[in-house]
């Protein structure tokens, strides 16, 4: 089970720091990922980790948010700076032993948590 945290509303050129607790024992085999979808927009990819701390990133964030985990607390982390009015979105993180998964099917999702940026 992933559980998000963290969201919250922030101005302009703000920080937040999203977390994401997986409650599953066998955390430290899963890639991990970050997405975000806007009302009226498709959901899109914004950072992916894998299990060997290689990261990916949105061109739309690059310079700007950073992924991390921590695997001695089962915890999937986005710290996202400089955050601009379009970062706001409701952001989900998933898992998947793959990476990335074919066709993007991440096998687990949380319930995200929202963001926004005035």
């Given amino acids: 089970q992933l559980v998000e945290s963290g969201g919250g509303s922030v101005q302009t050129g703000g920080s937040l720091r999203l977390s ?27 950072a992916g980790i894998t299990t ?5 990133y949105a061109n739309s964030v690059k310079g700007r948010f950073t992924i991390s985990r921590d695997n001695a607390k089962n915890t999937l982390y986005l710290q ?7 970062d706001a979105a409701m952001y989900y993180c998933a898992a998947d032993l793959r ?18 940026v005035s």
Avoid: I, N
């Fill in 99 to 116: 990476f990335p998964p074919p066709g993007g099917g991440w096998a687990y999702w949380g319930q995200g948590t929202q963001v926004t």
């Fill in 20 to 46: 994401c607790a997986d409650s599953g024992y066998t955390y430290s085999r899963y890639c991990m990922g970050w997405f975000r979808q806007a009302p009226g927009k498709e959901r899109e990819g914004v």
């Fill in 52 to 56: 060997g701390d290689h990261e990916r």
């Fill in 80 to 86: 996202m700076d400089d955050l601009k009015p379009e």
